[in-house]
């Protein structure tokens, strides 16, 4: 995944939600979103995801975007924001804050 200090949320393809069994037309709901990219449709998960990140685990929200064409991003809201997080010389560390 692209650790994406911008984003908002987590987010990934349409394809993924399938690859994870995720009915998004009966487990998610659609909202209209804007961006860099301009308006997009995403489907926000009804639950929270469990991930990994290291050793620690957290449950996150979770969305897909219509497209595939879009890589898997690591977003702030209730993920990122939850850790401190370095980047120094092409290399990226996670602490639990």
């Known amino acids: 995944m692209i650790v994406d200090t911008g984003a908002d949320y987590t987010i990934l393809p349409m394809k993924a939600a399938f690859d994870l069994m995720i009915d998004p037309g009966k487990e998610c709901r659609k909202y209209s979103t804007r961006g860099v990219g301009g308006t997009e ?35 702030r809201h209730q993920c990122l924001d939850l850790f401190d997080v370095h980047f120094a010389k092409f290399i990226t560390s996670f602490g639990k804050l």
């Open 41 to 75: 449709n995403v489907y926000l998960y009804n639950k929270k995801m469990l991930i990994r990140i290291g050793e620690s685990k957290t449950r996150i929200p979770l969305g897909f975007l219509e497209r595939n064409d879009i890589p898997p991003l690591l977003g």
